[in-house]
């Protein structure tokens, strides 16, 4: 959720890794595994905080974009939670979508 300098949330390195998986590129070398999964953990980021900045409220739009690339994950989540109706659905929605077409679902 925040800055790109690989401090993905457990969460979504999971779910980066079971992407993985799923698309049976987990016997890559592990030099090109790790940028593969690098990649897909960036590609995800942008797309939650491309639907988080969809759904937030217009008056909260530019303090939360200034967040982004200032404050630290819990931070930005706990704003996003208080800000945001229906956050994890949302959250949730986008996770799905994004693995849908990744595999080719």
Known sequence: MENKKNNNSPSIENFVSQLVKDKGLDNLEPEVLQQVKSDLAERVEDRLNAAMVAK???EKLEFFEKMLDKSSQEEVRSF?????PGLD???????IEFRKTYLNL
Request: with cysteine.
């Open 89 to 95: 659905g949302i959250v949730a929605a986008e996770l």
């Open 80 to 84: 996003c939670e208080r800000n945001i």
């Open 56 to 58: 937030m409220p217009p």
